[in-house]
């Protein structure tokens, strides 16, 4: 995963964050605006709110996309990346932000954050690129050890095992051998896994949460609140 990553940050770092840019003139305006867009969307949609006195880590942060819109609101952010290509580009961007730490993960946990360390979890469009849905889960326990007492989690999984399926429509060989089209579109870290719902439960209650809220049931986009008890 590390290594699949960090060739996709030195490929183009912004569209493997947000693929709905343009792979040959990606918009950097667009870029942060949506990531502003898309934290609100998925806050709104699970009824979660980030309050200004939390500390919140951002799972999968890459290259800072919501970790920025994130800090414009808490105390403080941790991100967490298994890539250092994508953390050496977070860096940089984020370099005037100060409340921000950034970590590197080891691809199947949040080892860099103490116990009962943070206020809320957030992760989007990050899940879903796992090979092996059983590390996902894993994640979701983790977040549950890391989540204070009461602390929240809202994030996105895949509930949806055909998007993940061999054979799915990829760009023509011959686009990216010219560089006009993304590579690894074949890779399992790109095509990545789904995530049953009666795993997910599991997961959940093994990480010492409930299940607050849950919408996009059976889709691509199922995103999850859940709370430490």
Known sequence: MADFWDARARE???????????????????????????????????GARLDPRDTVLDVGCGVGRLTRAIASRTAHVHGIDVSAEMLARA????????????????????????????????????????????????????????LKPGGWAAFQVSNDPSIHAAGNPTPSRLKVALGRAPKGQDDPAWRGSAVTL??????????GMRMAALVGEGTQFCLARTVRN
Do not use: C, K
Not at 32 to 45: I, K, N, P, S, V
Not at 102 to 121: E, I
Not at 198 to 207: F, P, Q, S
């Open 12 to 46: 183009n770092a912004n569209y493997f964050v947000d693929n709905r840019l343009d792979y040959n003139a990606g918009d950097e305006e667009r870029f942060w605006t949506a990531g502003e867009t898309d934290l609100e969307r998925m806050l709104d949609a699970v």
């Open 91 to 146: 860096r940089v961007n984020l370099g005037a932000v100060a409340n921000v730490t950034l970590h590197q993960g080891d691809g199947a946990g949040l080892g860099p954050l103490a116990d009962a360390s943070v206020d809320a979890v957030v992760s989007l469009v990050v899940f879903q690129h796992i090979p092996d849905p059983a590390i996902t889960l894993g994640y979701v326990r983790e977040i549950g050890r890391v």
């Open 198 to 207: 009666e795993a997910l439960y599991a997961a959940v209650a093994e990480g």
